[in-house]
């Protein structure tokens, strides 16, 4: 299984519309800067039906070095959460059926 690449999905959103490639590019560029910037300025970003995108803090904790098993701290640090949508969950739900764990059995 390959991950879908920005450049693939470029190629095929212009075949489907049979628009120019370099438009569709500039399209689809704009679209996830837009995404960028609207975390970075208001910390969170709706797509209603699809999902919430927003920035969260993880908190300091302390972790250890694993070859020297010394304790070391890890600084605070912003990252990017996405929350599933109503769609987007319903269709993982039906997309993939779950594997059951050695837990569950």
């Given amino acids: 299984m390959c ?11 212009a075949a489907e ?14 679209t996830l800067d ?3 910037e609207a975390v970075a300025e208001e910390g969170r970003l709706e ?3 699809f999902g919430v ?3 969260r803090v993880r908190a300091a904790r302390k972790a250890r070095n694993p070859r020297t ?17 109503k769609k987007v969950a319903a ?9 059951p764990r050695a837990a569950d059995a």
């Fill in 3 to 13: 991950a879908l690449t920005k450049k693939e999905m470029v190629r095929r959103i």
């Fill in 17 to 30: 519309l049979d628009v120019d490639q370099v438009l569709t590019k500039k399209v689809v560029q704009r």
């Fill in 34 to 36: 837009m995404i960028l």
């Fill in 47 to 49: 797509l209603r039906n």
């Fill in 53 to 55: 995108v927003e920035a």
């Fill in 69 to 85: 098993n010394e304790e070391v701290l890890v600084p605070p640090k912003r990252v990017l959460s996405f929350q599933a949508g």
């Fill in 91 to 99: 269709r993982f739900a039906e997309a993939a059926p779950r594997k």
